[in-house]
């Protein structure tokens, strides 16, 4: 009679305190961690869970192979951290065209000294977006007016008879 009034370690269930500390510190340690549950192995199979926007576009660039857009965009919208902020500010990346990326410079000097600085400007650029992608540079400095406006144009010399 004396077993039956002791007080007892378990509960209902038959755990005792111990184990459910025990089960309470796994518990823990697996949410901190961020180690899988069930529920997560199960949804992740079906592709539901969310997931980081960044790591989605990720994704989506690469499935739809939009890799060599998104290097020249980043070119375009990155000029002046690539090729540095003087240079970037005498000219501008017009056209890219099959692996052929034409700048216009401000002037005929500035065409002529980037020409010298091409093989630099071109090292810089595989660097921030990839080798392979801008494969030429075509250098070159501002269009001259043109003279022609309108649908109808009638041959002959042109704006040298302006002059006088």
């Known amino acids: ?6 007080p007892t ?8 305190p111990e184990e459910s500390n025990a089960a309470a510190e796994r518990a ?3 949410a901190t961690r961020g180690g899988p549950t069930r529920s997560s192995k ?14 989605a576009i990720d994704k989506l660039v690469v499935e739809q192979g939009w890799q060599r857009d ?10 002046a951290e690539i090729v540095g902020p003087d240079v970037a500010s005498h000219c501008v990346p017009r056209e890219f065209n099959e692996g052929t990326l034409k700048i216009e410079a401000e002037s005929t000097a500035w065409a002529t000294q980037l020409k010298l600085l091409q093989s630099t400007i071109l090292a810089k650029i595989a660097t ?10 075509v250098i070159f400095g501002p269009q001259a007016p043109s003279w022609n406006k309108g649908a109808w144009r009638v041959q002959g010399r042109g ?4 002059y006088g």
Not at 9 to 16: W, Y
Not at 42 to 55: C, M, Q, T, Y
Request: aromatic share 2%; charged share 25%.
């Open 1 to 6: 009679m004396s077993d039956s009034n002791q």
């Open 9 to 16: 370690d378990q509960t209902a269930d038959g755990i005792t």
């Open 28 to 30: 823990l340690r697996r």
């Open 42 to 55: 199960k949804s992740s199979r079906s592709g539901r869970d969310p997931e980081l926007i960044g790591s």
């Open 70 to 79: 998104n290097a020249i965009a980043t070119l375009t919208n990155s000029w």
């Open 128 to 137: 921030a977006i990839g080798d392979g992608i801008v494969r030429k540079i």
């Open 159 to 162: 704006p040298r008879d302006t």
